[in-house]
């Protein structure tokens, strides 16, 4: 069983950028769609981005998509979300969970995904 772990969070400056790595374990990511996900306090997790199994397909949440940018490198099993231009309310906990899909349907669904790591702290001051 493949198993994602999160890193790359931290403090981070209102307008400033900051990288989040998925790492995975245990297996490969060929086989797994990965979306990442972010959780407000006291509230569910809300989508961010999702890439396909090799990467030719991408899905963003309005609020972020021309800001941050979801990719992977499937020889490091790895996915990544480049995040740009960062704002104040984007202070959440960031999480990755992979779909091991038929077809790409680029789910914002959290129910889709498994194999969740644990997540990740992101703060962004102003």
């Known amino acids: 069983q493949v198993q994602l772990i999160e890193s790359g969070g931290g403090l981070v400056q209102a307008g400033g950028s900051l990288r989040l790595s998925c790492a995975a374990s245990?297996?490969?990511?060929?086989?797994?769609?990965v979306g990442w996900f972010r959780q407000h306090p006291g509230k569910g997790r809300e989508f961010v981005a999702a890439i396909s199994r090799r990467g030719e397909s991408t899905h963003y949440e309005d609020s972020v998509k021309d800001r941050f940018v979801i990719s992977r490198d499937n020889a490091r099993n790895t996915v990544m979300l480049q995040m740009n231009s960062q704002k104040t309310e984007e202070t959440d906990v960031y999480f990755c969970?992979?779909?091991?899909?038929?077809?790409?349907?680029?789910?914002?669904?959290?129910?889709?995904?498994?194999?969740w790591g644990e997540g990740s702290q992101e703060t962004v001051s102003s």
């Open positions: 969970g992979g779909h091991r899909e038929a077809y790409w349907t680029g789910s914002s669904n959290e129910i889709d995904y498994s194999n």
């Open positions: 245990g297996g490969s990511l060929v086989t797994y769609a």
